[in-house]
């Protein structure tokens, strides 16, 4: 079976099928398998044949081949002299003994050479599966594309790639938005506006500067809340998705042991940072069940309600996974938790301002989410603590201070950040949905 392929020069951007304009520059790479080149006649292995030509143009003779030595090398007009079989690669010569058929001096001129002299054939080799433009096997996984032209680029195997080189581009392309994404120049010009123009402190509402900046908090809180659909009070901004959930767990702490709830639900493929605040409660005496995910990787929401006890304080599962990308039935975990009194956490970093249905939920009491993950600045997130019968979910502060964000997270607030994360959200709720 094989692969239709068009073959394109990265060079002059035309079509060349027979892969000759590749074949001229070494070594190149197709689909990622470096081509081996021609060998050289003076690296072969085994004894070279006889010179051609030699007695017909020169009227000589050829030379016996036990006398024939490469002339490449250190020492190479030393080798071209005959043996008489004194030295050590004459008496091998004569005895029948096989040796190598060039010098360390062809080995350091001729780097390409010395993976063409290894035995394509040797145990433990990489299979030749690039193409058909030489006879090679197709590759199996290419096997379902017969009929599909595919283009390629050569590229030369090396870790940093030369903008001479056929192939080669001068900048990566950024295709890791699951770590973090760029920030987008609307929200940056939000962030500068307020980095260096209205600076003024939030706290201070006795003069313009700190006005402006409160009446900014308040108008990203706004928009942060209309992603979740819930009200302005129930935001309260962080640096981020993880401080979220360890205020989300880690606050629910002294109220579970007060009513005697100390029985935690999560999953098995959670963030680590849900895990390492969930084991530290454990390590303190709480019960902690981890739910195991099926062969698809999501959680199944009946083994999620199968593990609930009379005693269950909090259930925390992610909305999208950041591994694997997989979405988690949060709203129909959320349908099975009616009527019961536990907490339900969801881990919104990856699916906050992209899937809003799952988070407008009424029944889930607690989001965290991640600035950076939609195009704000990094160092801002937000926790959402959604009432339910007029009554927040009893947190206490992990650190203490003046009492800004309802008390839940003391310090200065950092306008510029706060501020680029409502400006994101609202170009989330504008342009995606």
């Not at 074949?23 to 051609?52: N, T, Y």
């Not at 506006?193 to 500067?209: D, I, K, M, Q």
């Amino acid at each position: 079976m094989k692969v239709n392929v068009t073959a394109i020069d990265a060079v002059t951007g035309r079509e060349d099928p027979g892969g000759v304009a590749r074949r001229r520059r070494e070594p190149a790479c197709f689909l990622g398998f470096p081509e081996r080149p021609p060998i050289p006649d003076r690296l072969r292995r085994g004894k070279p044949g006889p010179a051609e030509g030699r007695g017909a143009a020169g009227g000589s003779q050829a030379e016996p081949e036990k006398d024939r030595l490469p002339r490449s090398g250190r020492g190479s007009a030393r080798r071209r002299r005959r043996h008489d079989g004194k030295t050590r690669r004459g008496r091998h010569q004569r005895h029948g003994h096989r040796r190598r058929d060039c010098g360390r001096g062809a080995l350091r001129r001729d780097p390409v050479g010395q993976a063409a002299r290894r035995p394509q054939g040797r145990p433990g080799a990489r299979s030749g599966l690039t193409s058909d433009l030489r006879g090679r096997v197709v590759s199996p996984c290419l096997s379902a594309s017969r009929g599909i032209e595919i283009p390629f680029v050569p590229l030369v195997p090396q870790e940093t790639l030369q903008k001479s080189a056929a192939g080669a581009v001068s900048e990566p392309v950024y295709l890791d938005c699951a770590a973090t994404t760029p920030i987008d120049p609307r929200v940056e010009e939000e962030v500068v506006h307020y980095l260096a123009v209205e600076f003024g402190n939030a706290g201070s509402r006795t003069h313009p500067y700190g006005l402006r900046a409160r009446r900014a908090v308040e108008r990203a809180r706004d928009r942060v809340a209309e992603v979740v659909s819930c009200s302005r009070g129930e935001v309260v901004f962080t640096s981020g998705a993880t401080e979220s959930n360890n205020l989300a767990i880690l606050g629910l702490a002294r109220a579970g042991s007060a009513t005697g709830k100390t029985h935690l639900v999560t999953t098995a493929i959670e963030h680590h940072a849900v895990l390492e605040p969930l084991r530290i409660l454990a390590a303190r005496g709480f019960r902690l069940t981890l739910v195991p995910p099926n062969r698809g990787g999501w959680v199944e929401p009946e083994a999620v309600s199968e593990a609930l006890r009379d005693d269950t304080l909090l259930v925390s599962v992610m909305h999208v996974n950041n591994e694997t990308g997989v979405l988690q039935p949060v709203a129909e975990i959320a349908e099975l938790l009616q009527g019961r009194s536990v907490y339900f956490h969801v881990d919104a970093a990856q699916g906050f301002g992209k899937e809003l249905d799952p988070l407008r939920h009424p029944r889930i009491d607690l989001i965290s989410a991640s600035g950076h993950k939609i195009h704000a600045p990094k160092g801002v997130g937000a926790l959402v603590a959604r009432k339910r019968d007029g009554t927040r979910p009893p947190l206490e502060p992990l650190m203490y201070g003046r009492g800004q964000e309802r008390g839940l997270r003391p310090g200065t607030l950092p306008i510029h950040l706060i501020a680029g994360l409502g400006k994101a959200a609202e170009l989330a709720l504008d342009e995606c949905h």
